[in-house]
């Protein structure tokens, strides 16, 4: 599963901070404004800092890749199998010929095509079916979430950037504040709350909430007032989006960011794994809808399909708004070719 990991909240409470303490990196005392937004890449198994920035999906596709061409090397396998771009540029073409009878030469489109094919065409050959499905339960299962951190700057800028909170990958945000800045300013930073709750509630109405309070070594004693203020004016205590911090019995997770107690953001850790796994348990629903639509494609032993017929399978599945993704999704995986460069090849699947 993926998840965007989006962070706000007003200027210098602490967004980076909290960033830095749930990759367990140490805590910097001086302010370094965000500009725009920091992006940073981890997942819920290690909460690392991912070095190379590359999709959860490339990587999980390196790896069977690479168990799969260690088993074919051991097996040292003599039988020459046909060579895969072959066999696509063929397929390819007898789409091309069957809609089109005439002499009329496809070749040059398909040779243009089969450069494209190859990589793609070479990955399907390592892949085995039983092997996606049991990609797709592991990554979509919770066990491993990928998280994409969107940490963005604190200023005024994000009146503007409200297309930020619409997004078709689920998304969990977490609201900074500053408690020790809630106590001494405390109307300017229930406004600051405010708009922040408010813009979440009206672009991203379902996505989970986690309310993160900093500066907790300066207002240690004070996490029952901070609680008393949000829920008085804010009533946190009623937003269902908002994750509770339930061993604290509060709405909000305090965080001293300075620490360097390794296990100081576990709660919070574990409350960002909590509601990335509550939306992926939404888009397992999705993918095995799709899954069932591979499985009867595959089971009717076809070389090649009307666009409808996928399309009454998938609306047999209560897919039937998504066939396209479906179809460019399992073309990207190598499991069926569905080209959509002209009308005749999209109808073809
Ligand atoms: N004592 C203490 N200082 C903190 C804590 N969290 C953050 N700070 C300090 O507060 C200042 C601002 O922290 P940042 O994490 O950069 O704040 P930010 O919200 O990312 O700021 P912008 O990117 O400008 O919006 C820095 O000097 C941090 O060292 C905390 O829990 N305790
Ligand atoms: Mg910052």
Known sequence: ????????????????????????????????????????????????????????????????????????????????????????????????????????????????KQVELVPEAEMAQRFKYAEIKDMAGKTQSGQKIVFTIWDYAGQEVFYALHHIFLTREGGVFMVVFDMQELLDEQDQAVKYLSFWLNSIKLHASNAPIILVGTHYDQASNDENVVEEILVKNLSVDENENIVPNSAENLSFFPIDNMSREPGHASELRAAVEFSASSLDAVSQKISLRWLKVLDDLLKLDCDYVPFDTVQELATKYHAGDQTDELLSFFHELGMLVHLRATDTLHDKV
């Open 1 to 112: 599963g993926r998840c965007k990991l989006m962070v706000v909240g007003q200027g210098a409470a602490g967004k980076t901070s909290v960033v830095r303490s749930l990759l367990g990196m140490p805590p910097v005392a001086e302010h370094v404004s965000t500009v725009g937004v920091d992006l940073t890449r981890t997942d819920a198994e290690s909460w690392e800092k991912s070095k190379d920035f590359d999709s959860g999906f490339e990587r999980q596709a390196c790896r069977v890749a690479a168990l799969h061409l260690a088993q074919e090397q051991a097996a040292a396998a003599s039988k020459k199998r046909q060579s895969l771009p072959k066999r696509i540029s063929r397929r390819v073409s007898g789409v091309m010929g069957r809609r089109r009878p005439s002499k009329k030469p496809a070749a040059p489109f398909v040779a243009e």
